[in-house]
């Protein structure tokens, strides 16, 4: 069974910085491919960031691009999302993903498992 558990969310001022974790179980990480969204209150979950099985492509929604960094580490099976100039539209609750095989990095059809999520709030 593979299990996805966020961690390193809370409240930070516009300005500031944060790192997010992605603690992966289950065997095969580093076959697929992981993402990042957010869901803000009343509005659809929606593509921050992924990167391949590798770490050798990744890519980002428009609103982050240039202020967040997506990594991995696939020795430790943990998947990483350094956020910088942080806005209070990135006010959201985070979500990691692990995408399957074929879909689409971009939406949410593309990944099958998914964690809790962790909460970030950027006050202005």
């Known amino acids: 069974q593979v299990q996805l558990v966020e961690s390193g969310g809370g409240l930070v001022q516009a300005g500031g910085s944060l790192r997010l974790s992605c603690a992966a179980s289950g065997r095969s990480f580093s076959s697929y491919a992981m993402g990042w969204f957010r869901q803000a209150p009343g509005k659809e979950r929606e593509f921050v960031a992924a990167?391949?099985?590798?770490?050798?492509?990744?890519y980002y929604a428009d609103s982050v691009k240039g202020r967040f960094t997506i990594s991995r580490d696939n020795a430790k099976n943990m998947v990483y999302l350094q956020m910088n100039s942080l806005k209070p539209e990135d006010t959201a609750v985070y979500y990691c993903?692990?995408?399957?095989?074929?879909?689409?990095?971009?939406?949410?059809?593309?990944?099958?498992?998914w964690g809790q999520g962790t909460q970030v709030t950027v006050s202005s």
């Open positions: 993903g692990r995408g399957h095989s074929g879909g689409t990095y971009y939406h949410t059809a593309g990944y099958d498992y």
């Open positions: 990167i391949s099985w590798s770490g050798g492509s990744a």
